[in-house]
């Protein structure tokens, strides 16, 4: 008999919230997390630890195509990249689920359609409390519920921002945004809409982490263990390589293997292809569940760019992720294919700047950097990459990962810029400065920003151009699943968490039907 009924590796956005799902069933659960918990300290708000010095960065080292070694911008804690995350929590649209066609090509429609996933969207807004107005974003899907939580408030250099986008003719809306943010009642919010929140960890437990609002709640059920520093390194099969009999763990320096009659990867895209390339066998030659050699194939994370542009008044904004764009989404009347998405992050402060060379170079000594932070309205624009699979994780001979990546979309991307750009002179912004910024990517090296990466092992019908199927279940055993961001086919140009715990929350009552355990109830509409 197996020590747990399943085995989840991961904590972050698939499997912690998977873990959650699973939690009130009373079967036996462990999850495995590399990481610790991310300890709670001052630094945690503190932009020189975090973007200067990457205190909270793995020490990891990958490889590009070239093999040149870079540190990947992972992070390795209780609730995965969510305890970093800038928390925009978007449905992908509807359209996302159909093939598409880009100027690069076609993205791939999914195996399921957006009705399926619909349910589990809701779940997930109620489940990380997500704030937002319905109606405003003309490419919103359709959905069976509000948001659970009104929209979060823009400040007023924002609220300005959007009165002159409105004016331009555009359809600017508020960002869905997962904080646990009470504006009513200030004085009992968690949340205290703070300057530190995109890309920093929140020291106030108030951001919508997978450790906050999955990880440490699931455990509150006796049946929900939890490893912390203990590394998935290997996955056993039996000896006809259809079924994991064991997970091999690396804990406190010693290795053990550990049995479940079900076990669920979700190392986030990357580590996930690691562990089942680095798991080949007899049976299993080219990487478990590798018969399709699409494993670490399609690798997408957005082809993106953060942008800072001067407003002519200072933007005093603190909290500034509450606007997004989506009118170039599909593309526009002069070019007829996706652009993709628009929105704001973090407001940047000169500490963020030391070592950007195009803002020193061009913006400073003529303005001091506090001057431009001062100034700065700070934009992410994601154009959607296309699965390629020559974009690939491979595994080399020292076990590191090595990440072949070119994008694609270059053409569109550039479209979308010029469009913002274009639009600078009618926001009260100077015409002339709209500057790409490294520091948001933590690196100029763009192979290494893999926070929205995704697609490498895409789930699918047919077993020969797929690892998983619709359950996400990979097709060649029968007891392993994969639910981190590894299985989309294509990733649309929306951020990609809400999709991920989604879509844990859907294979989640799969797996509890196929034990025949009853379903999770529905979540409770919370108070912030
Ligand atoms: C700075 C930053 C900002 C972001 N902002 C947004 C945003 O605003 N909106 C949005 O939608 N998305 C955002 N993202 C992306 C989002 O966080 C990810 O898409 C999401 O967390 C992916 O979920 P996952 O389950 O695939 O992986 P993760 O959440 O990364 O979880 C993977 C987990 O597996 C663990 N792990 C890895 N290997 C092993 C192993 N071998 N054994 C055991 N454990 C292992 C890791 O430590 C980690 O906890 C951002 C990411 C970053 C880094
Ligand atoms: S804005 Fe709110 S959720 Fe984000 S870090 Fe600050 S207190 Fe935490």
Request: proline share 8%.
């Amino acid at each position: 008999m197996s020590a747990y009924d399943v085995i989840v590796i991961g904590s972050g956005a698939g499997g912690g919230t998977l873990a959650h799902r699973l939690a009130p069933s009373g079967r036996r659960i462990l999850l495995i997390e590399r990481g610790d918990w991310l300890p709670r300290e001052p630094q945690n708000w503190d932009a020189g630890p975090v973007f200067v010095d990457n205190r909270y960065v793995s020490p990891d080292t990958w490889y590009d195509a070239e093999g040149k070694p870079f540190q990947p911008q992972v992070h390795y804690f209780v609730g995965g990249a969510t305890k970093l995350y800038g928390a925009a929590l978007y449905r992908l649209r509807q359209e996302d689920f159909l093939p598409l066609t880009h100027y690069d090509g076609i993205s791939p429609g999914w195996p399921i359609e957006y009705e399926e996933m619909e349910p589990y969207y809701t779940l997930a807004e109620q489940r990380y409390q997500v704030h937002g107005a319905r109606g405003e974003d003309p490419t919103e899907p359709w959905s069976s519920a509000p948001y659970p939580f009104p929209a979060v408030s823009h400040e007023p250099r924002i609220q300005q921002l959007s009165d002159d986008l409105e004016r331009a003719g555009h359809q600017p809306f508020h960002a869905p945004c997962g904080v646990v943010l009470d504006e009513a009642d200030m004085p009992h919010s968690a949340c205290v809409r703070c300057a530190t929140c995109d890309g920093f960890p929140c020291l106030v437990h108030a951001k919508s982490d997978a450790d906050v609002l999955a990880v440490r709640p699931a455990l509150e059920h006796s049946n929900v263990e939890l490893w912390t520093n203990a590394e998935a390194v290997r996955l056993e099969t039996n000896a006809a390589g259809t079924a994991v009999t064991g997970v091999v763990v690396e804990r406190n320096g010693e290795r053990e293997t550990v049995t479940g009659d079900l076990v669920v990867v979700s190392c986030g895209a990357a580590n996930s292809a690691k562990l089942l390339l680095a798991s080949a066998s007899d049976a299993h030659p080219r990487g478990l569940a590798n018969g399709s050699d699409q494993v670490g194939r399609n690798y997408m994370f957005h082809n993106s760019v953060a942008v800072l542009a001067l407003s002519k008044e200072p933007n005093p904004t603190v909290f500034q992720k509450t606007l997004g764009l989506n009118d170039f989404y599909y593309g526009t009347t002069d070019f007829d294919y996706p652009m993709g998405n628009i929105q704001m992050v973090g407001k940047s402060s000169a500490q963020m700047y030391r070592g950007e060379k195009p803002i020193q170079t061009r913006l400073a000594p003529e303005r001091t950097l506090e001057e431009v932070a001062r100034h700065a309205v700070d934009f992410w624009l994601s154009t959607e990459d296309l699965p390629r699979p020559d974009n690939r994780v491979t595994l080399r001979d020292d076990g590191n990962i090595a990440l072949a990546y070119t994008p694609s979309n270059d053409e569109p991307k550039a479209r979308l810029y010029h469009q913002l750009k274009s639009l600078l002179g009618v926001l009260g912004m100077h015409h002339d400065h709209l500057l790409p910024r490294h520091a948001y990517l933590k690196n100029d090296i763009p192979v290494a920003g893999v926070a929205h990466q995704a697609g490498t092992c895409r789930f699918g019908h047919d077993p020969a151009t797929s690892v998983l199927n619709t359950d996400c279940r990979a097709h060649e055993v029968d007891n392993l699943y994969v639910v981190d961001t590894s299985f989309f086919p294509s990733i649309g140009a929306v951020n990609p968490a809400l999709t991920a715990m989604a879509n844990g929350l859907r294979v989640g009552d799969h797996l509890l039907q196929r034990m025949g355990a009853p379903e999770s109830q529905p979540e409770p509409a919370g108070v912030a």
